[in-house]
């Protein structure tokens, strides 16, 4: 079965500060990975995905991820917080090779960007 | 270009009862994936639409039931309402398997 982990349930960073939110993931095959941001009351948000090429995936709102296959590890950074930022969010995966159509997400972190 | 729309935004229904859910995709999206998100949780899998079939399922029982129209839109029953039925249930849209999701704002479901 595939899963992802975050674990951390909350992130506190400085505005300006960088910024990085964990995830690691499993899956039998390769996987299809994705952030996802969601503000309070709100769907969630696409951020960014890795399919497939440069391990450095960048994404909306100068948030990047870089996918680590050794650690099976895809952690979401960005260089300078901004407090727009504070949110929850999800790290999710695929698993491509078994065929799953369905989207696992995490249990989300919440990030706190202190002015 | 108009997103994912749910209806209704918000609901409360009465244990015992049946609820429907609405959800029209992105223009441009063939495929439906329902999620129920419990307060302070992750989001849930509960189905996924295709062609109008029930493509995968996850461990949701047989009271969660949907349909895919011909347009792509798609409705998520819940019959025999329980307390515990009471979440954000989201929508989300997609084309093929290696894009992003795109979700509606969610129909928040309270039973009481």
């Known amino acids: 079965a595939q899963s992802v982990a975050q674990p951390e349930d909350q992130v506190n960073v400085a505005e300006g500060n960088p910024l990085t939110v964990k995830c690691t993931y499993s899956?039998?095959?390769?996987?299809?990975l994705f952030w996802y941001v969601q503000y309070p009351n709100r769907g969630l948000q696409f951020l960014l995905k890795?399919?497939?090429?440069?391990?450095l995936v960048k994404g909306s709102y100068g948030f990047e991820a870089e996918f680590n296959k050794s650690q099976t590890s895809f952690h979401l950074k960005k260089p300078s917080a901004l407090v727009s930022d504070s949110a929850l969010y999800f790290c999710?995966?695929?698993?491509?090779?078994?065929?799953?159509?369905?989207?696992?997400f995490g249990t989300g972190t919440k990030l706190q960007v202190i002015p | 270009d108009a997103g994912v729309t749910q209806s209704p935004t918000h609901l409360i229904k009465t244990r015992g009862q049946q609820v429907t859910l609405r959800c029209s995709p992105k223009s441009g999206h063939d495929t439906v994936s329902w999620y129920q998100q419990a307060l302070g949780q992750g989001p849930q899998f509960i189905f996924q639409?295709?062609?109008?079939?029930?493509?995968q399922r996850g461990n949701f029982p047989d009271r969660f039931s949907g349909h895919q129209f011909p347009n792509y839109s798609s409705e998520l029953n819940v019959n025999a309402l329980l307390l515990g039925d009471s979440a954000l249930y989201l929508c989300?849209?997609?084309?093929?398997?290696?894009?992003?999701?795109?979700f509606g704002s969610g129909t928040r479901l309270t039973v009481v």
């Open positions: 989300a849209s997609s084309l093929g398997g290696a894009s992003g999701y795109t």
């Open positions: 890795y399919i497939t090429g440069d391990n």
């Open positions: 899956v039998s095959g390769n996987p299809y």
């Open positions: 639409y295709y062609e109008e079939e029930e493509r």
């Open positions: 999710a995966v695929r698993d491509v090779e078994r065929g799953y159509q369905k989207v696992t």
